[in-house]
């Protein structure tokens, strides 16, 4: 028998007046109900009740005890209440990827704390497919297949990969035809790994490599698109990084036809089983949110 339950056992006593009352109440054997109060006081170390043979009444500690009894018992049975009830609040700790997380998931979270003045929000943002479990996260965004099959996933969108330029690098440069050209070209590309670089293109039977040495290679997407605007080169990028360029007509979308399959965009929790109210509220609210953006949408 737990604690609890002896002390609400306790409570039950002093209310009912008697044990015998006390267990026809909470449907427990006279026996069950006085081996509680015997295993209480010997943890307390002092008698609680004097028993009569018609009543029981309370010591003065036991009525120390039933005073402070009583209030947690309450604050139980509102901490449980609140929780089936699906009470927002706490602390909710979210991860997304640097640009995305700046542009889209930020204005998430500030329309989450605005619909839920009890919750806080953590929002960590890396490039690195952070632990959810290890690092105590409850709810992440990822772009692309994910490594971890026991995550579970909540798809809400997806993007490509898209090879961009400013019209004004294109001005006198070798006609772009086929991914092979890209030779001919000045590519920058964002990567942590030195060295000559494969980009995958889809071609009309089977998908294709093209080994680059970039002219300009950074570890930083936001460096590299700047170095694209500024008419240093082609650069590919997510669809999402350059919407407003495109749509703008700032840079240039090259050989649409043979990017490599869109790679999904993904809201991820480490279980659904006892799904915390706070993280099915927000995995809710940021998937009514994505699906309006445009640029998560299939572009083909």
């Not at 002219?215 to 407003?244: K, T």
């Amino acid at each position: 028998m737990d604690r609890l339950d002896e002390l609400a056992i306790f409570v039950a006593i002093l209310d009912e007046g008697s044990l015998a009352a006390a267990g026809r109440k909470l449907r427990r054997s006279p026996p069950a109900v006085t081996r509680a109060l015997a295993v209480l006081e010997d943890r307390v170390g002092a008698r609680l009740i004097e028993r009569t043979t018609r009543r029981s009444r309370p010591t003065e500690a036991g009525k120390r005890l039933a005073d402070y009894g009583r209030q947690v018992l309450a604050g139980y049975g509102e901490a449980v209440r609140e929780a089936a009830a699906g009470a927002v609040r706490g602390t909710l700790r979210v991860t997304a990827p640097l640009v995305f997380g700046r542009r889209h998931i930020t204005p998430i979270v500030a329309s989450f704390l605005d619909a839920y003045p009890s919750i806080r929000v953590e929002l960590v943002l890396s490039d690195r497919n952070l632990d959810l479990v290890g690092d105590a996260l409850d709810v992440a965004l990822r772009i692309g297949p994910l490594a971890d099959s026991n995550l579970v996933v909540r798809k809400v969108g997806e993007v490509r990969q898209v090879l961009v330029a400013s019209p004004r690098y294109l001005v006198g440069r070798p006609p772009l035809r086929t991914p092979s050209d890209l030779a001919r070209h000045d590519v920058l590309l964002a990567s942590h790994r030195p060295g000559a670089l494969e980009l995958r293109f889809t071609g009309a039977a089977r998908d294709r490599l093209v080994r680059l040495v970039p002219r300009l290679l950074v570890n930083d997407i936001d460096a590299m698109l700047f170095a694209v605007r500024a008419g240093r080169g082609i650069g590919r990028a997510l669809s999402y990084q350059v919407a407003d360029e495109l749509a703008a007509g700032t840079l240039v979308r090259l050989l649409p036809e043979a990017e490599p399959p869109p790679l999904p965009v993904q809201l991820v929790v480490p279980s659904a089983q006892h799904l915390s109210a706070k993280a099915r509220s927000f995995l809710d609210h940021a998937a009514r949110a994505l699906a309006t953006l445009g640029v998560i949408r299939p572009e083909r």
